[in-house]
């Protein structure tokens, strides 16, 4: 059995951006939530607000965590918080829902990124042959 070509390029450098600009996504979504909560929820000086708050201040740090080894573990967790925020707001739960499914098919496709890459069926793996 052969071994798969060395990569020049890091596929999984290109993910880790795709993750980190999920997050800011994240962020934006969960800022414009920040209206409903001044409107309905007594403004954002409230426990609703400062969780919010909280939410996007750990989303931000997270982008620089991305490649970490725990960091998609801690996505995950971040998100099942997000989802329980159901109870004080159901729009940050539905945000929650709705980014914990973006965020498992994102973990889908970098199961099979790493799975093409041990098989070394990756494009930038393949062997070139010169036409002569």
Known sequence: ???????????LKAFRGIMAG????EVIVVALALPVIAKLHGG??????????GFIAVFIAMCAFVGRSWAIPA?????VLL?????????????????GLVWV????????????????RLPAQQQQTSAE
Do not use: N
């Not at 059995?1 to 990569?7: K, S, V």
């Not at 000086?45 to 919010?52: E, F, K, P, R, Y």
């Not at 199961?111 to 093409?116: P, S």
């Open 1 to 11: 059995m052969t071994t798969p070509a060395p990569l020049k390029k890091d596929p």
């Open 22 to 25: 999920t997050l800011v996504l």
């Open 44 to 53: 954002v000086g409230t426990l609703v607000g400062w969780v919010a708050f």
């Open 75 to 79: 996505v995950v967790g971040l998100h």
């Open 83 to 99: 989802i329980a925020t159901w109870i004080l707001l159901p729009a940050l739960g539905v945000i929650g829902v709705i980014f």
């Open 105 to 120: 098919y994102m973990l889908w496709l970098r199961k099979d990124l790493l799975k093409r890459m041990a098989e070394g």
